[in-house]
């Protein structure tokens, strides 16, 4: 086995992730492994492509939601140097949107092990990619017991990466609280967060926000200057997040529509949400996106 790695230091100090001892700003999108035709098996054309195609609209940063990605991917984000977050494949665990956990407890001791399994396996398969900064435990899942004991299994497994854990969104939904992580992790944050920004003393990144439109099928098919607006917003947001220190970044949902067909021609998948499609076009967001990442800019006076 072949493997190239590279050496690098990753650390919280304060409220600051340090990158070789630089503080860093994270311009990111989430990723899902899909392709119109291939569905989830990806090829080393279409890896590459991704990469890429986010390089170039100035994104320094993938969250894999919600599983490892391909080997082959973290490959390319190594080799053109951007910034991952590796996410088990572990959703919802007791969010009040899976309907299992009406009738299962998700603090059980019981489901410990498969939550350790998910994640040791996650870093032990992926611990020698420089890509990855971050190791992402869960998405939007309750807080609890069982997270406590798989965090120190993680920080045991690789003590060299911080860790974070997608529970918290602004409102009632999801905010479980997990305080003892390095990383802070909002979903779907408002202008008002700022002001409660302002007074955190550790990093906080904003594991997805400013969605793309996609549900507003008919408005965006009479107006096409929804989507400019979406730029417009985004770049407002995307300002105030660059001028909070304590705010790590971000990652958009998201980075690519979710939608493929099986070999029956029916789609399946789950949103079109993406700054590219399927097809790996750029959208009119793509554009926007690309100019408020941009590290540099043009004042307008």
Sequence with gaps: VRQKF?????EVAGKHV??????????????????????????????????????????????TSHYPPAEEFLDECDAI??????????????????????????????IYPALKRAISEMIEFNWNHPSIII???????????????????????????PKTFHDQAVGSYNNFGSQSMPIANYHYPNDQMFDEVMRFTRPLLFGEFCHI???????????????????????????????????????????????FFLPSAKAVGYGEWGIIDGWRREKPEYRHVKKSYSPEKLADE
């Design 135 to 161: 190791w992402s435990m869960a998405n939007e899942s309750a807080w609890g017991p069982n997270w406590v004991e798989a965090k120190k299994a993680a920080d045991k497994l690789d003590p060299t990466r």
């Design 213 to 259: 439109n996609c549900y507003n099928r008919q408005e965006l098919a009479a107006d096409p200057g929804v989507r400019d607006e979406y730029g417009r917003g985004f770049n407002r947001f995307w300002e105030k997040i660059e001028a909070t220190p304590a705010c790590l970044g971000g990652a958009i949902w998201a980075g690519i529509n979710d939608i």
């Design 6 to 10: 590279c050496l690098r230091k990753i």
């Design 18 to 63: 340090l990158g070789n001892g630089f503080p860093i700003k994270v311009r990111g999108v989430n990723r899902h492994e899909t392709h119109p035709l291939l569905g989830r098996s990806l090829n080393a054309q279409l890896w590459r492509r991704d990469a890429e195609l986010f390089r170039n609209a100035n994104v320094n940063y993938i969250r």
């Design 81 to 110: 140097g951007l910034f991952v977050e590796c996410e088990a494949p572990l959703v919802w665990i007791g969010h009040g949107g899976n309907s299992r956990w009406q009738a299962n407890d998700p603090h059980s001791k019981s």
